[in-house]
């Protein structure tokens, strides 16, 4: 069992900046945030593993910067030129498999354990 304990969200006007954390209990190797706004679906934001290969949404690429830190198990997300349409609830997921497809970096069900999640509110 991996424990992942994400924060960082906050309230921020258009075009302002955040950034995410989420600490995991344990080895993780492929790690994502995903974000859910109200009455719509979970959707992959950015995701990286511990190779290095990343996948990004088109929505988010050149905005936000995903990292990870394996010697602090902590999985960060910056969030750049804020909009909007950014205003969701983020939550960072895990697996300790490091055979994910580039594709499949952005797939909820491709995630054994989830952080609580962290909210982010963008005000125009």
């Known amino acids: 069992q991996v424990l992942l304990v994400d924060s960082g969200g906050g309230s921020v006007q258009a075009g302002g900046s955040l950034r995410l954390s989420c600490v995991a209990s344990a080895y993780t190797d492929c790690m994502g945030w995903f974000r859910q706004a109200p009455g719509k679906e979970r959707e992959g934001v950015a995701a990286?593993?511990?190779?290095?290969?990343?996948n990004y949404a088109d929505s988010v690429k050149g905005r936000f910067t995903i990292s990870k830190d394996n010697a602090k198990n902590t999985l960060y997300l910056q969030m750049n030129s804020l909009n909007p349409e950014d205003t969701a609830l983020f939550f960072c997921a895990a697996t300790q498999s490091p055979f994910l497809t580039t594709t499949g970096l952005l797939r909820p069900s491709e995630y054994k354990f989830w952080g609580q999640g962290t909210q982010v509110t963008v005000s125009s």
């Open positions: 990286i593993c511990n190779t290095g290969r990343t």
